[in-house]
């Protein structure tokens, strides 16, 4: 069962790299969301400002694309949020592979850049709001 969880996840990860890779960036930095056939953000219709992840679909698909500069302006941590999604991808595939959990210290450390990219997100957002 833990083997079939890891490969579920590393396989939806690295399926969402490989959408973003199709992607075409947004210029605007914002709205590539819409080529998956998503809606307009809910927040910047209602209020007119972006959303923490305004702009996270656009910075994975620079990021796939290998434009680390147009991905971290897009949104920061969208950037970083694909650069994790590797590294989980990664993990997720070995306990597949291997049949048991990582190290303690892998997952803190996970949990912690995890924590850090949300920080990340937030702070980012009140910025552009500013």
């Known amino acids: 069962m833990l083997r079939g969880i890891a ?6 990860l690295a399926g969402m790299l490989a959408v973003a890779s199709q992607l075409q960036p947004s210029p605007v930095g914002l709205g590539t969301h819409h080529q998956l056939g998503l809606p307009p953000c809910s927040i910047r219709m209602l209020w007119g400002i972006r959303c923490p992840s305004c ?9 796939m694309h290998a ?5 971290a302006t897009a949104n920061l941590g969208g950037l970083l949020l ?4 590797i590294a989980a991808a990664i993990i997720c595939g070995r306990v597949a592979l291997l049949g048991r959990f990582p190290q303690p210290s892998t997952i803190r450390i996970a949990t912690l850049v995890l924590i850090a990219i949300a920080l990340v997100s937030l702070v980012e957002w009140i910025i552009r709001i500013l």
Do not use: N, P, Q
């Open 7 to 12: 490969a579920s996840i590393a396989l939806v």
């Open 55 to 63: 702009g996270m679909t656009t910075a994975w698909a620079h990021f």
């Open 67 to 71: 434009d680390i500069l147009a991905a």
């Open 82 to 85: 694909a650069i994790y999604a």
